[in-house]
Nanobody, 122 residues
């Protein structure tokens, strides 16, 4: 079992930045692909970014490319999401997830955190 806890969310004005962190316990996170997903009220959960086990491959949703950066520190068992130039449409509950396969589909991920709220005001 892997337990995931997100932190770093909050309220920020449009154009601002936030850095989300996903901390793992129970097992080493280096064995897992990690993804960030988000869900806004009334909308489906959507993929934001994923990173491979060693951090050599990353994939981003088109709407966040050039603004968000996913990274990982396997020694610290953490994955981060740096979010810059935030827009009101980025407002959502952001969750990290860990799984054994590289892909953007939520069903590929076995372990999920509870999420951290990001609210971007205009």
């Amino acid at each position: 079992q892997v337990q995931l806890v997100e932190s770093g969310g909050g309220l920020v004005q449009a154009g601002g930045s936030l850095r989300l962190s996903c901390a793992a316990s129970g097992r080493t996170l280096s064995n897992y692909v990690v993804g960030w997903f988000r869900q806004a009220p009334g909308k489906e959960r959507e993929f934001v970014a994923i990173i491979s086990t060693a951090g050599l491959r990353t994939l981003y949703q088109d709407s966040v490319k050039g603004r968000f950066t996913i990274s990982r520190d396997n020694a610290k068992n953490t994955v981060s999401l740096q979010m810059n130039s935030l827009k009101p449409e980025d407002t959502a509950l952001y969750s990290c997830a860990a799984g054994g396969r590289y892909g953007s589909t939520p069903i590929l991920y076995d372990y999920w955190g509870q999420g951290t709220q990001v609210t971007v005001s205009s």
